[in-house]
């Protein structure tokens, strides 16, 4: 059973700094390329961030330069580290895995709340 639990969301002020983290089970983690997603309310759900088995990475344009994704291939787990956040980052933040085969993320998580706000 496939199983993504995404954690670390929560309250900051505008300015502040956040790490999510998405521990992954019942997959070959090594095998899937991850990805972070948020859907604000009343929006469709948008990339934040990916990352391939070997560290390549990209960005959304809102994320680059603040936002940091990496992977440890021994602990199974991705992270997302958002620096300068700001009131438009609110969102229900998901981590999402990728077989290197194919070209839809199939196994998502349950979301993990993040809000900015004073």
């Known amino acids: 059973q496939v199983q993504l639990v995404e954690s670390g969301g929560g309250l900051v002020q505008p300015g502040g700094s956040l790490r999510l983290s998405c521990a992954a089970s019942g997959i070959i983690f090594n095998n899937n390329a991850m990805g972070w997603f948020r859907q604000a309310p009343g929006k469709q759900r948008e990339l934040v961030a990916t990352i391939t088995p070997r560290g390549i990475t990209n960005y959304a344009d809102s994320a680059k330069g603040r936002f940091t994704i990496s992977r440890d291939n021994a602990k199974n787990t991705v992270y997302l580290q958002m620096n300068s956040l700001k009131s438009e980052d609110t969102a229900v933040y998901y981590c999402?895995?990728?077989?290197?085969?194919?070209?839809?993320?199939?196994?998502w998580g349950q979301g993990t709340q993040v809000t900015v706000s004073s």
């Open positions: 999402a895995a990728r077989w290197v085969g194919s070209s839809a993320y199939a196994y």
